[in-house]
């Protein structure tokens, strides 16, 4: 069965700074991973998604991950933090039954500093 | 805007009594999923609908239970409600089942079992 594990709960990060958000992947066969971000009292909305075409993936608002089979890691970055970027993070595998089903980690907290 | 809806946006129910949360998929959607989020926690899949049958179920009671209309539509039952039945729920919905398909979240619904 595919999981993620997502490192740290909460992350602090000063406006400008650099954001990272780690990701481990368990999967027997090559993985589809994503990351999404959820504001409060919304729903979800899909920031990038890997899906063995090329390891660095870029997403929408400067965000970008890269695959790294060797690590099993997705880890997410964005070089310049905003304030708008406070948010919660999940990172996602999906399942390679005919459900294709989406599996979460537990999410971090991201908080941006003035 | 995904396009997909949930109603109600928040609730609020008795130990014991039977709820009923709906999902209006975006134009086009004939998948849905529902998943649960716990405060704290990511969202976990319930159970998936494709063309009106249920093709896919997470690691929930039957007491949880689904209905897909021909409009592509969804409502999410969940009888004898108890406390730790309290969460988010999430809607989601596709084109069409796939790996390269995104799934758009609604904004979801609050349950919360009193």
């Known amino acids: 069965a595919q999981s993620v594990t997502q490192l740290g709960s909460h992350v602090s990060v000063s406006e400008g700074a650099l954001v990272l958000l780690r990701c481990n992947y368990s999967?027997?066969?090559?993985?589809?991973l994503f990351w999404y971000v959820q504001y409060p009292n919304q729903g979800l909305q899909l920031l990038l998604k890997?899906?063995?075409?090329?390891?660095l993936v870029k997403g929408i608002n400067g965000f970008e991950a890269e695959f790294k089979k060797s690590e099993t890691s997705f880890h997410l970055t964005k070089p310049s933090a905003h304030m708008s970027d406070a948010a919660e993070y999940f990172c996602?595998?999906?399942?390679?039954?005919?459900?294709?089903?989406?599996?979460f980690g537990a999410g971090t907290t991201v908080t941006v500093r003035a | 805007e995904t396009g997909v809806t949930q109603s109600p946006t928040h609730l609020i129910k008795t130990r014991g009594q039977q709820v009923t949360l709906r999902c209006s998929s975006q134009?086009?959607?004939?998948?849905v999923s529902w998943y649960q989020q716990a405060l704290g926690q990511g969202p976990q899949f319930i159970f998936q609908?494709?063309?009106?049958?249920?093709?896919g179920r997470g690691n929930f009671p039957p007491r949880f239970s689904g209905l897909q209309f021909p409009n592509y539509s969804s409502e999410l039952n969940v009888n004898a409600l108890e406390l730790d039945d309290s969460a988010l729920y999430l809607c989601?919905?596709?084109?069409?089942?796939?790996?390269?398909?995104?799934?758009?979240f609604g904004q979801g619904t609050r349950l919360t079992v009193v």
């Open positions: 989601a919905s596709r084109t069409k089942q796939g790996w390269n398909t995104e799934a758009f």
């Open positions: 999967s027997s066969v090559p993985p589809y």
């Open positions: 890997y899906t063995s075409a090329a390891t």
């Open positions: 996602a595998v999906m399942g390679v039954g005919g459900d294709y089903k989406l599996s």
């Open positions: 134009s086009g959607h004939n998948t």
């Open positions: 609908y494709y063309r009106e049958e249920e093709n």
